[in-house]
């Protein structure tokens, strides 16, 4: 063998020579989402995973979510059907069952509970219709699903995402379609990352600038019992009216008891930093690994991705509409840029509340405000997921 002959053999066991033109254009994508993550810091803890996961899944030849080769044949002795694993899986094909199995959400709310203080929620219980409004995506792109032509299901799992809650999503479409937890997934956690982008252009085409300079009266301290309080009967009114809501909401207050009883700082800590942050390692990798050429570049994947983006700003809308009501019925005294951050991502939507708030007036301090429809966004979605899943788990 000669020399031309060895380098054209290497040549051909590489990636370069496997590379399909799909895998070449998610690459290319997967690179400018970890441009926009570290060079313009669009919510790097979430898009740089989700990135990476998707490069690692478009190399060709990697195998990183390929799943195990099994051989079923005959056991020797007593003849039965017996199954063998050949040839392990890929590494994210293992990480991924974690998404697969709905055991990654959970974890993601008991860790956001016990990083959020629900204090603002608590002393204004108003903005829980701005965060029941910004709900309200959800069931329109369900039906504009429907009418597209996709099952119950698969409607039901697209329109989740306008709650801009990933874990919800995953949670909901690992129950009811699992075949699309790919599309969704990444379109659901694109859309968290890029918050600051999609939502102030709707912020401002929906209110004046008066509305937007208005400063809100200072919110009345809560007490400890009362944050002691408020996770337990959530729990229990959610759990009882929706079973199927269980799971999230009571993971998500269970996280919120450990910060606020005071007596519980070191699981209170470890749901906030160490668990948090290896369950994201793993969710955001594996959910931007699903993004491979084969399904990511297709018709139904794409519509869902412009589904999802329509949910997303229908929520938005639909917030910031109920909060000029509300700055109406108060007389001028409620920002409508709060209802904005009725949608869940917490707490990047009520930090967009807050920015566009000082854009219009120096002295606006909206960002507790804002995160009282935020975590009532959370709990709405939750239930939101938990009602769909009621009308289509069966």
């Not at 054209?8 to 690459?27: C, D, K, N, P, R």
């Not at 590494?91 to 974890?107: F, R």
């Not at 004046?208 to 301290?221: I, S």
């Amino acid at each position: 063998m000669n020399l031309g002959d060895i380098l054209l053999e290497f040549f051909q066991s590489t990636g370069f020579a496997a590379i399909t033109w799909g895998q070449a254009v998610m690459i290319l994508i997967s690179c400018v989402l970890l441009y926009l993550a570290i060079a313009k810091g669009f919510e790097p803890l979430l898009l740089i995973p989700i990135a990476f996961g998707m490069l690692l899944a478009n190399l060709p030849e990697a195998g990183l979510m390929a799943p195990p080769v099994v051989k079923i044949a005959p056991h020797p002795v007593t003849g039965e059907l017996v199954s063998t694993v050949v040839e392990n899986g890929g590494l994210l094909y293992y990480l991924y069952q974690g998404v697969k199995l709905g055991i990654y959400p959970p974890l993601i709310f008991l860790g956001v509970g016990a990083m959020t203080d629900f204090g603002p929620l608590i002393a204004n219980p108003k903005s829980i219709l701005l965060g029941a409004a910004a709900q309200f995506g959800i069931f329109v792109t369900f039906v504009g699903a429907i009418l597209l032509g996709f099952t119950g299901p698969e409607a039901a799992s697209i329109g989740i995402i306008g709650g801009a809650d990933g874990p919800t999503a995953l949670y909901l479409t690992s129950k009811l379609a699992p075949h699309l937890l790919g599309p969704i997934a990444v379109a659901a956690y694109s859309y968290m990352a890029l918050v600051p982008i999609i939502q102030p252009p709707i912020m401002k085409a929906l209110t004046t600038k008066e509305e937007r300079e208005v400063v809100m009266d200072q919110l009345r301290v809560v007490s400890k019992k009362e944050k002691v309080i408020f996770p337990i009967m959530v729990t229990i009114l959610v759990s009882l009216l929706l079973p199927s809501a269980a799971s999230l909401v009571g993971m998500l207050m269970l996280g919120n008891l450990f910060r606020e009883s005071l007596v519980t700082d070191r699981l209170s800590k470890t749901a906030q930093n160490e668990l948090v942050n290896i369950v994201t390692i793993f969710l955001g990798t594996t959910v931007g690994a699903t993004a491979n050429a084969e399904t990511f570049l297709t018709v139904k994947t794409l519509s869902i991705i412009a589904l999802g983006l329509v949910a997303f700003s229908i929520g938005t809308a639909t917030g910031v509409i109920f909060g000029k009501i509300m700055y109406k019925t108060s007389g001028g005294k409620v920002n409508p840029l709060i209802g904005s951050a009725g949608v869940s991502a917490v707490p990047m939507a009520a930090r967009v509340s807050q920015k566009v708030g000082q854009e219009a007036n120096p002295k606006n301090f909206l960002l507790m405000h804002a995160m009282g429809p935020n975590v009532a966004g959370v709990i709405g979605s939750a239930i939101a997921a938990g009602l769909l899943l009621n009308f289509f788990g069966g």
